[in-house]
Structures are given as C-alpha cells and as structure tokens.
C-alpha cells in the first residue's frame, strides 16, 4: 500500500533496523511549519493571528506557545547539528539552487508571489536538514556527533 521508497529499510554496524519513513515524515513536517507559519497565499498563522481581534481569547495563546515552541525546537536542532555557518552554508546552497531555477526560467522571483514560495520551502528545508544533519553526517562518517576537546588538559 505504501510505496517502497517509504518503507525502505537499512541494516546499520550494529544490526539496528532503520527505515526511510523517518526522512520524508521530518520532510513533511518541515514544509508543514514553514508553510504553516508564513505563505503567500495567505492562508497561515501570522495572518490568522494579525487577524483576530481578542489575541487572549479561545486556543490562540495556545496556537501561540504551540508555534513558538515548535520554531524553538526547528531554530535548536538546525544550530545544534549545522552551527552558525553550517546553517549559512544551507541557506547560500538552498539560495543558489533558487537562482539556477531562476536563470533555466522555472521560477521568477520578481514576483512576489514566486518569490515568497521559494522563501518559504527554502525555510523548510533547512529545517529539515538541520533536523537531520547529525543522520546524515554519521552516513558519510561513521560518527552521529562530536564535542569540542577541551584545551585545558
């Protein structure tokens, strides 16, 4: 029913089964808080929110906490598995890939519209890569993360 490419498993040193369902659910849920927070469309939670009258009334500072939580988390883990220029190096590669859509004339980020899109999906995406560097740095090393030595000794 699931299509294969979803439910691929690899066999790591240890013998731990680990299925590829993982990559795409942190893939949907990135594109879902990216798009969720801020889209063109208009359809998001900064507007829902600007929107309202009462801010204090009902489940909207719950929406509030739920949302700021979520982006605390999302900010956390792109800083703890990329760092500062770890992240900056996905932001120019993710705006580099933009500009090659934009030069074969796929997009056009004069348009606002365009342009917001490609913002927004971009901003997914380095969430999901911050949420799964660590994943992917131990497939090309071997090793899931690594701390600074102290100089002291």
């Given at each position: 029913m699931?299509?294969s490419?979803?439910?691929?498993t690899?066999?790591?040193?240890s013998?731990?089964?680990?299925?590829?369902?993982?990559?795409?659910?942190?893939?949907?849920?990135?594109?879902?808080?990216?798009?969720?927070?801020w889209?063109?469309?208009g359809?998001?939670?900064?507007?829902?929110?600007s929107?309202v009258?009462?801010?204090l009334?009902?489940?909207?500072?719950?929406?509030?906490?739920?949302?700021?939580?979520?982006?605390?988390?999302?900010?956390?883990?792109?800083?703890q598995s990329?760092?500062?220029?770890g992240?900056?190096?996905?932001?120019?590669?993710?705006?580099?890939?933009?500009?090659g859509?934009q030069?074969?004339?796929?997009?056009?980020?004069?348009?606002?519209q365009?342009?917001?899109?490609?913002?927004?999906?971009g901003?997914g995406?380095?969430?999901?890569?911050?949420?799964?560097?660590?994943?992917l740095w131990?497939?090309?090393t071997?090793?899931y993360?690594?701390?600074?030595g102290s100089?002291?000794?």
């Amino acid at each position: 029913m699931i299509p294969s490419i979803l439910t691929n498993t690899s066999t790591t040193k240890s013998a731990k089964k680990v299925t590829h369902l993982a990559w795409w659910v942190t893939l949907l849920l990135s594109l879902a808080l990216s798009v969720g927070t801020w889209n063109p469309t208009g359809a998001h939670f900064i507007h829902y929110i600007s929107s309202v009258d009462d801010i204090l009334s009902g489940f909207k500072p719950f929406g509030i906490l739920m949302m700021m939580a979520l982006w605390l988390l999302a900010i956390k883990s792109i800083f703890q598995s990329l760092g500062l220029y770890g992240a900056m190096i996905t932001v120019i590669i993710i705006g580099a890939f933009i500009w090659g859509l934009q030069e074969y004339g796929i997009i056009d980020v004069a348009q606002l519209q365009q342009a917001g899109w490609a913002a927004t999906i971009g901003v997914g995406i380095l969430i999901w890569f911050g949420l799964n560097a660590s994943i992917l740095w131990k497939k090309v090393t071997g090793v899931y993360t690594t701390e600074s030595g102290s100089d002291d000794n």
